[in-house]
T-cell receptor, first 114, second 111 residues
Framework: GAVVSQHPSWVICKSGTSVKIECRSL??????MFWYRQFPKQSLMLMAT?????????EQGVEKDKFLINHASLTLSTLTVTSAHPEDSSFYIC??????????FGPGTRLTVL | RKEVEQDPGPFNVPEGATVAFNCTYS??????FFWYRQDCRKEPKLLMS???SGNEDGRFTAQLNRASQYISLLIRDSKLSDSATYLC????????????FGTGTLLAVQP
């Protein structure tokens, strides 16, 4: 399957700061990547679909001005959590699509906002 | 009704046991189905796709019943290393590539 990396793997920040998470496709040219978050003991929830060269498509209830997504190249998508608050603490995971609708996930970024 | 429903478990089974997980989905337009495995504090990893004819990969067998909107996963000869959360995942259907995740079934294989 596809190989996806994420950086950083974990981050602790103060409330009010912004955090950028990078997602890289190491073996595909990914025109579409996906961003999810997962709260403890819950399932993955899709936040947005990141489209190379165009605006991301956000899921209902996800604030596009708070979660900024940039997909400037075929191998890199970034998610910036702006003015982070403790309720944004979560496990953020990106993915890219394989050949037949399956998705391959990066290792995730664990964000803790103090 | 949740879009993808799974029994959360936990399923506690001894090594060597056979265990079956079930999953139902609500969107009849869904076209692709998968089982993923997620270890604690890790990302999900694709275990297998699920096809209408059923498919097998070693000790793992997946079945799909479109009429009942039901998916299953059977694990034979359980190993300690099979302990994980198993996620039932369904493609949203239509032109979208979005995946909908079940909340997962926790499996604990005991020595």
């Amino acid at each position: 399957g596809a190989v996806v990396s994420q950086h950083p793997s974990w981050v602790i920040c103060k409330s009010g700061t912004s955090v950028k998470i990078e997602c890289r496709s190491l073996d595909f040219q990914a025109t579409t990547m996906f961003w999810y978050r997962q709260f403890p003991k819950q399932s993955l929830m899709l936040m947005a679909t990141s489209n190379e060269g165009s605006k991301a498509t956000y899921e209902q209830g996800v604030e596009k001005d708070k979660f900024l997504i940039n997909h400037a190249s075929l191998t890199l998508s970034t998610l910036t959590v702006t003015s982070a608050h403790p309720e944004d603490s979560s496990f953020y995971i990106c993915s890219e699509q394989g050949w037949v609708n399956e998705q391959f996930f990066g290792p995730g970024t664990r964000l803790t906002v103090l | 009704r949740k879009e993808v429903e799974q029994d959360p478990g936990p399923f506690n089974v001894p090594e060597g046991a056979t265990v079956a997980f079930n999953c139902t989905y609500s969107n009849s337009a869904s076209q692709s189905f998968f089982w993923y495995r997620q270890d604690c504090r890790k990302e999900p990893k694709l275990l297998m796709s699920v096809y209408s004819s059923g498919n097998e990969d070693g000790r793992f067998t997946a079945q799909l019943n479109r009429a009942s909107q039901y998916i299953s996963l059977l694990i034979r000869d359980s190993k300690l290393s099979d302990s994980a959360t198993y996620l039932c995942v369904v493609n949203y259907g239509g032109a979208t590539n979005k995946l909908i995740f079940g909340t997962g079934t926790l499996l604990a294989v005991q020595p």
